[in-house]
């Protein structure tokens, strides 16, 4: 068999891939990113926001910065992991591309910088104003498990061998 490796470990890092990006979307969608500990029962998101339990289902506006920049990181994130992945099956199914390699480790490094970068949102006003707190809630960790996905495409793509000159798809 022609490169098994190479093929076992794309397809590990496409499925990856979508799974960190199925996290990513479930943290968009959630309104469990932080527990504010103020008020009773409320719970925040990136886009929503929870009251006892219960999603409201409009995106809420704010102009906290650090809460646009957030969002914008999650935004961000999720293309630059969509746009490697992609890369990812392209490559492997259809056709070997010059320097592709640095391009989808660059996007996987994007991803996973970008969805770190996602938790600035624990600095925004509310969550250090008046002795306020924000705690680690439910999507905070898929997004954790996101950007651990992302990490780990990005080691493995260094590792997985270049398709055999010789060998044709």
Do not use: H
Not at 9 to 18: E, H, N, S, Y
Not at 49 to 69: A, L, M, P
Request: aromatic share 14%.
């Amino acid at each position: 068999m022609c490169n098994a490796l190479g093929n076992l470990f794309r397809l590990i890092i496409v499925t990856a891939t979508a799974g960190a990006l199925t996290l990513s979307v479930f943290t968009a969608l959630s309104c469990e990113l932080v527990e504010y500990n103020q008020a009773n029962g409320i719970t925040f998101g990136f886009f929503f926001r929870g009251i006892d339990g219960t999603c409201e289902t409009d995106y809420y506006t704010t102009n906290d910065g650090i809460i646009t920049g957030s969002r914008s990181a999650l935004i961000i994130s999720m293309c630059a992991g969509f746009i490697a992945g992609a890369m990812v099956l392209f490559e492997w199914l259809f056709c070997e591309i010059c320097c592709a390699g640095v391009m989808e480790g660059l996007a996987y490094l994007l991803a996973w910088i970008a969805g770190g970068a996602s938790f600035m949102f624990y600095g925004s006003e509310q969550c250090t104003s008046d002795g306020s707190e924000c705690a680690f809630y439910d999507a905070s960790g898929y997004m954790t498990g996101a950007c651990i996905l992302y990490f780990g495409c990005n080691i493995l793509l260094c590792f997985t061998p270049q398709p055999d000159p010789l060998c044709s798809k």
